[in-house]
């Protein structure tokens, strides 16, 4: 009985003497994992960050912009930057229109850029984008002409929506709208591509420019039959109109102008003040010549 005794706490005390020892072994490996591993957060919280990766939609914003609009802000520590701050700096560039910057662990950062869609011309000074907002930017850096806007503060979204409107109308006839000029009193003019000015007023601008698109091919008839009487002249002014004043309920007035060209195509240029004026009232001209002549046009 002793000698069975003896040897179970001999084998209980091995057995507890290889358990502390395991327990030892794991505790220290624990340990040193635990050592290795905040060595490695501590050194990967000051590696700095070794790559900029810029990407976007930006016909106008340099990737060197970007760069130089980011240069007071440390990327020393990948962990520490702010990317609300990387965001703020970038948008304040007078093209960018919005901005997302993320972290790309271990050391990367991410900027996409979008820039702004600049669709017209701004009281000389500013620029209008897609959503009626006005921004200043370097206009010497556009891609390509815009039509020009005028109005008081307050009214770009407005002016925007009449251009698109009425700019999709004038489209049928092959023309498209220069310059939009809204007045204090809101009144419309417009200045067309050809050089051709309308005077829409402030009430029923659409029917106004759909009477002036149902007119103009018959002015130009007329324009075109004066040319073919006055070809046996050696010197000649040619008439071109000069604008067209359409607040009327059932009629419109016609300015002219004096070209030294035949031509009477796009951008014809403003040279002389209007020579007279010719009312059209049910499809009848009539000039302010003491000797008034008449052209009935049959539509």
Sequence with gaps: MNIKS???????????????????????GLISI??????ILVEQEQVPVKS?????????????????????IDLGNFFQINVNEIQDQVLALPWVYSVAV????????????????????WNDDFLLNQFGKAFQANKAQLIEPLPEFFGP??????????????NDLLEYRDLAIEELVLSERYSWQLTLSDGVMLNLGREDRV????????????????LKQKVKQQNNRKKQLKQAVDYIDLRY?????????????????????????????????????????PQTTELILNV
Excluded: C
Excluded at 207 to 222: A, S
């Design 34 to 39: 635990g050592w290795w591993l905040t060595k």
């Design 102 to 121: 993320r972290k790309q662990w271990p050391d990367e950062v991410k900027i996409y850029v979008v820039d702004q869609t600049p669709v017209a011309l």
């Design 207 to 222: 029917k106004r420019v759909q009477r002036f698109m149902d007119v103009y091919p018959l002015i130009k008839t007329h």
């Design 249 to 289: 309920d059932t009629g419109l007035a016609v300015g002219w102008k004096q070209v030294a060209t035949l031509s009477f195509s796009m951008n014809v240029k403003k040279q002389q003040k209007p020579s007279r004026i010719l009312m059209l009232q049910n499809h009848e001209f009539r000039t302010n010549k």
């Design 52 to 72: 900029i990766v810029i990407s976007g939609e930006m016909p106008y914003t340099q990737q060197d912009d970007v760069l130089n609009a980011m240069s007071n």
């Design 153 to 166: 503060e307050g009214t770009e979204l407005l002016a925007l929506k009449n251009f698109t409107n009425l």
């Design 6 to 28: 003896t040897t179970t706490e001999n084998q209980q005390a091995w057995s507890f003497g290889l358990g502390l020892v395991f327990f030892v072994f794991v505790l220290i």
